[in-house]
């Protein structure tokens, strides 16, 4: 059996478009995979998010555990052209380097009264992937508590942990009886401008499809291109 593309060519018309979210008209395509793009924008595209946390004083009420939970579920800039992911990385290291991943320095104490840590504390060796608001509370300290903490930061996917889904939304419905053109919304958590997770899911999604495309090619030539 000789197997062939059939992919018709994607139309995408922009209704409504900007940091935080884009709603686009889908059409040249069926429903099937308009919804595997709304799928690829929640799971595939990665985003960077603190996945390792070294704890080096910790006074607190809060145990070390739900700490660097809460680390790693606060939404970080990511510029996809600057990292990569770990197991794409040349470094081929368990810790990593800087292509792949961004150290955070935590270093906070309460003196005479309580005091609050924000997001905003933690430093970045990277000053541009940063969290996207420094107003997101971690923990509470008491007068004489302190956290002192190395925090590590790669890209994910959504797929593998709710914290590296770089949308809050993502919405499928269709815009015509005949059922020939879709609409999408999406709503970025604000680590990726909305507008690049959808190109970013299309791209991927077109990446899996032509490698699929090119295994089946090859076992029906018998192994042979």
Same mark, same amino acid.
């Given at each position: 059996?000789?197997?062939?593309?059939?992919?018709?060519?994607?139309?995408?018309?922009?209704?409504?478009?900007?940091?935080?979210?884009?709603?686009?008209?889908?059409?040249?395509?069926?429903?099937?995979?308009?919804?595997?793009?709304?799928?690829?924008?929640?799971?595939?595209?990665?985003?960077?998010?603190?996945?390792?946390?070294?704890?080096?004083?910790?006074?607190?009420?809060?145990?070390?555990?739900?700490?660097?939970?809460?680390?790693?579920?606060?939404?970080?800039?990511?510029?996809?052209?600057?990292?990569?992911?770990?197991?794409?990385?040349?470094?081929?290291?368990?810790?990593?380097?800087?292509?792949?991943?961004?150290?955070?320095?935590?270093?906070?104490?309460?003196?005479?009264?309580?005091?609050?840590?924000?997001?905003?504390?933690?430093?970045?060796?990277?000053?541009?992937?940063?969290?996207?608001?420094?107003?997101?509370?971690?923990?509470?300290?008491?007068?004489?508590? +302190? =956290?002192?903490?190395?925090?590590?930061? #790669?890209?994910?996917? @959504? $797929? %593998?942990?709710?914290?590296?889904?770089?949308?809050?939304?993502?919405?499928?419905?269709?815009?015509?009886?005949?059922?020939?053109?879709?609409?999408?919304?999406?709503?970025?958590?604000?680590?990726?401008?909305?507008?690049?997770?959808?190109?970013?899911?299309?791209?991927?999604?077109?990446?899996?499809?032509? +490698? =699929?495309?090119?295994?089946?090619?090859? #076992?029906?030539?018998? @192994? $042979? %291109?």
């Amino acid at each position: 059996m000789a197997w062939k593309r059939q992919w018709r060519p994607l139309e995408i018309s922009v209704l409504e478009a900007d940091n935080s979210k884009v709603r686009v008209l889908l059409s040249g395509v069926d429903r099937v995979y308009a919804n595997a793009v709304r799928r690829f924008a929640l799971s595939e595209v990665p985003v960077m998010a603190i996945d390792d946390v070294v704890i080096l004083e910790n006074t607190s009420i809060m145990y070390d555990e739900v700490l660097a939970h809460r680390l790693g579920l606060i939404p970080i800039y990511t510029d996809l052209s600057r990292y990569t992911l770990p197991e794409e990385c040349d470094c081929k290291s368990e810790l990593g380097c800087p292509r792949c991943r961004v150290l955070f320095v935590l270093d906070a104490s309460a003196t005479d009264k309580p005091k609050t840590v924000y997001s905003g504390d933690l430093v970045s060796e990277d000053k541009d992937t940063k969290p996207i608001s420094p107003n997101i509370p971690i923990a509470k300290l008491a007068p004489g508590q +302190k =956290i002192k903490l190395e925090a590590y930061a #790669k890209l994910g996917r @959504g $797929k %593998d942990h709710a914290k590296w889904q770089p949308a809050t939304v993502a919405v499928l419905r269709d815009a015509d009886e005949e059922g020939k053109k879709f609409e999408l919304f999406i709503e970025s958590v604000g680590a990726l401008p909305a507008p690049e997770i959808l190109l970013q899911a299309i791209k991927i999604l077109h990446k899996k499809m032509s +490698k =699929i495309y090119e295994d089946l090619k090859v #076992k029906d030539n018998g @192994g $042979k %291109d």
